[in-house]
T-cell receptor, first 111, second 111 residues
């Protein structure tokens, strides 16, 4: 059972455009992380959100945690080719048993 | 600062051969340690996690095993590899309630 659904699965846009990717679940999480992964490398943490309704900004990236702590979104403004990668969301429940990951959104920004 | 090392980066093994992947963490004590497998289109699947020396929890039945002989060392093994064991294996660590930090992964191809 896939507990975290990410959409879209693939997205290819032109440099300078804006985009939003989504992470949805029927389960409540105590925290949610977003990671970015490049081919042949491990995921790198971008942000952690823990409070329902929380919004965090990282330069041109804006992350939002849903009020009910079941969903999240990542918005990128004026996308650049360096934003290309696999974006993964992961939910935690506060225990030691790791995170539950979505399948990811493959993002390609064309120059 | 903390660092995580994972090796080898790439491995090609015949079916039926043994496997040993190693992961070490520096700069922290008593971390939680994790082994994930990433297959195309299936996201990251948690295989094993450990909260201390000699303590291993398995998330899914499989052909693999894990061991933690030292505080900051985590080993993934198999006695006889199957074709279905091919994938990208990621080691990760975290302190209690902190985000996961990943190594750079091992690309395993079973032929």
């Amino acid at each position: 059972t896939q507990l975290l659904e990410q959409s879209p699965q693939f997205l290819s846009i032109q440099e300078g455009e804006n985009l939003t990717v989504y992470c949805n679940s029927s389960s409540v999480f105590s925290s949610l992380q977003w990671y970015r992964q490049e081919p042949g490398e491990g995921p790198v943490l971008l942000v952690t959100v823990v409070t329902g309704g929380e919004v965090k900004k990282l330069k041109r990236l804006t992350f939002q945690f849903g009020d009910a702590r079941k969903d999240s979104s990542l918005h990128i403004t004026a996308a650049q080719p360096g934003d290309t990668g696999l974006y993964l969301c992961a939910g935690g429940r506060g225990g030691a048993d790791g995170l539950t990951f979505g399948k990811g959104t493959h993002l390609i920004i064309q120059p | 600062s903390q660092t995580i090392h994972q090796w080898p980066a790439t491995l090609v093994q015949p079916v039926g051969s043994p496997l040993s992947l190693e992961c070490t963490v520096e700069g922290t004590s008593n971390p939680n340690l994790y082994w994930y497998r990433q297959a195309a289109g299936r996201g990251l699947q948690l295989l094993f996690y450990s909260v201390g020396i000699g303590q291993i929890s398995s998330e899914v039945p499989q052909n693999l095993s894990a061991s933690r002989p030292q505080d900051r060392q985590f080993i993934l093994s198999s006695k006889k590899l199957l074709l279905s064991d091919s994938g990208f294996y990621l080691c990760a660590w975290r302190d209690y309630n902190s985000p996961l930090h990943f190594g750079n992964g091992t690309r395993l191809t079973v032929t």
